[in-house]
């Protein structure tokens, strides 16, 4: 039973806990109005940023909500149809979930929550190492960050500070682009700049060009479909060519491409990598995710058509961020991890710095 002073407690920390469901959505509603001061309503730029966790045990929504309310405005759920139920009553800027939870699991959650507030930054928390759910999280979710617990308060801090950065200015730049949003049958200065330009590249790196060929038939021809068997033919093609996406084995003959991944994103983050590979190590992916920001993940053998699906979204998703440049926030790779100074990081480096860029020379500087 809930007492009083547990609903108290449930209600300082903006949760919907001990409520049946015919009357969830009220109370989610009167506690949105109730979090914010009547000062900050009146003047919206005056509001905290908001923060959504969603995790089943309540000791770590404590431990996150003492961690975070003093700064922000703190949302909290034990589970994922209570979260999603905030997300529709009010914008949250930063949502972080666990993985691991009985009805709805973090994924899932943020897949659902990815197409209620697309403008939402997605971390995952887990602290279990469970890979299909790792690329699921990359593949599904799109997730910015994903982070293991047990977590260092210093390090989740900075993580949540930089993705609420990012959340605030997607919100800023969706509520410009609908206050000037062009009328029916019209076209944006960004959309018409977008047909002055060289069609935006898909490469494919492999050392054997197998994949390539077979997907190869399934494009229209719409977009260049260039093959590079090295590190070198890739960036001869990244520097010729207005490139948006680079398809990639891990192991291109006895060179590791991650390093070239982490580099790729680090200078020029509009460029989406998707991944192929034979196998998967679970902490190898989450150093993707977190250093590279792969779009996809994914594990041979793969069906060209999925395959094909995956780089149509990815050529999407460059579009979108040629409308709106502030989604290259989004892109920033952790600024926390450094790329190791090795001969050929070096050279990667020193040629990626001249590739010619849509967004102009180091689109997104360490801030």
């Not at 469970?130 to 690329?135: E, F, G, M, Q």
């Not at 229209?220 to 960036?235: T, V």
């Not at 779009?295 to 040629?322: E, G, H």
Request: proline residues 6%; hydrophobic residues 40%.
């Amino acid at each position: 039973m809930t007492t009083p002073t547990k609903r108290r407690l449930q209600t300082e920390h903006l949760s919907v806990h001990g409520f049946t469901p015919e009357h969830r959505a009220t109370h989610i509603a009167a506690t949105v109005r109730a979090a914010t001061p009547a000062s900050a309503r009146t003047k919206p730029n005056t509001e905290r940023p908001k923060i959504l966790f969603l995790d089943d045990e309540e000791r770590i929504l404590n431990a996150l909500s003492a961690l975070f309310r003093y700064k922000y405005q703190v949302f909290t759920a034990t589970n994922g149809e209570q979260a999603l139920a905030i997300l529709k009553q009010c914008h949250v800027h930063v949502v972080v979930s666990d993985q691991r939870m009985p009805t709805m699991t973090g994924v899932e959650f943020l897949r659902r929550a990815k197409a209620i507030s697309p403008t939402t930054v997605r971390i995952l928390l887990t602290g279990f190492s469970d890979l299909s759910a790792i690329i699921d999280s990359v593949n599904d979710g799109e997730v910015y960050r994903f982070l293991n617990k047990p977590w260092g308060n210093q390090e989740i801090q900075a993580v949540i500070a930089d993705a609420l950065g990012i959340g605030l200015e997607l919100q800023a730049a969706q509520n410009d682009y609908r206050a000037v949003a062009p009328t029916r049958g019209s076209k944006s200065t960004a959309e018409t700049e977008c047909l002055t330009v060289d069609t935006p590249a898909i490469v494919v790196m492999q050392d054997k060009p197998e994949a390539y060929e077979r997907i190869r038939p399934l494009m229209d021809g719409s977009h260049p479909f260039l093959y590079a068997q090295n590190l070198e033919q890739c960036l001869d093609a990244i520097q010729t060519k207005c490139v948006a996406v680079v398809v990639s084995d891990l192991q291109v003959g006895r060179q590791d491409c991650s390093e070239l991944l982490k580099t790729l994103k680090q200078e020029h983050p509009q460029i989406l990598t998707i991944v192929l590979a034979d196998t998967a190590d679970a902490e190898h992916v989450v150093e993707l995710i977190n250093q590279a920001k792969i779009f996809r993940y994914v594990l041979s053998p793969c069906k060209p058509q999925k395959l094909k699906f995956f780089i149509d979204s990815a050529l999407a998703q460059f579009q979108r961020c040629k409308a709106t440049p502030a989604l290259l926030r989004e892109q920033k790779a952790d600024p926390t991890r450094q790329i190791s100074p090795s001969k050929t990081g070096a050279m990667i480096l020193e040629r990626l710095r001249s590739l010619r860029s849509l967004f102009g020379p180091r689109a997104l500087p360490n801030q």
